[in-house]
């Protein structure tokens, strides 16, 4: 039996996207599809690791085409661009 599913709506950098964008087209599945499965895996890692630091220090980045945004980590808020 499936459980209920609530929306979450986030914003994410380009570059993020586009490599979402780039799975699903390749896997044939939509990129909302690519991006549960991803949030469903990592939420498992952060639960095991314990913290989101823990985590980024235990996990290899080599040969990610996208980096992590050090500031995301860290809490620190994004810059709003002034108009």
């Known amino acids: ?7 979450l709506n986030m914003k994410v950098r380009p570059a993020i996207r586009q490599a979402v964008d780039a799975f699903a087209k ?11 499965i991803l949030l469903e895996w990592a939420v ?10 823990a985590l980024m220090q ?16 860290e809490g620190a808020k994004p810059k709003r661009k002034r108009r």
């Open 1 to 7: 039996m499936d459980e209920k599913r609530v929306a």
């Open 26 to 36: 390749r896997e044939k599945r939509s990129a909302n599809n690519v991006a549960e």
């Open 44 to 53: 498992g890692q952060l639960e095991r690791s314990g913290s989101t630091l």
């Open 58 to 73: 235990s996990g290899d980045q080599a040969g990610s085409s996208v980096a992590i945004d050090r500031a995301v980590l």
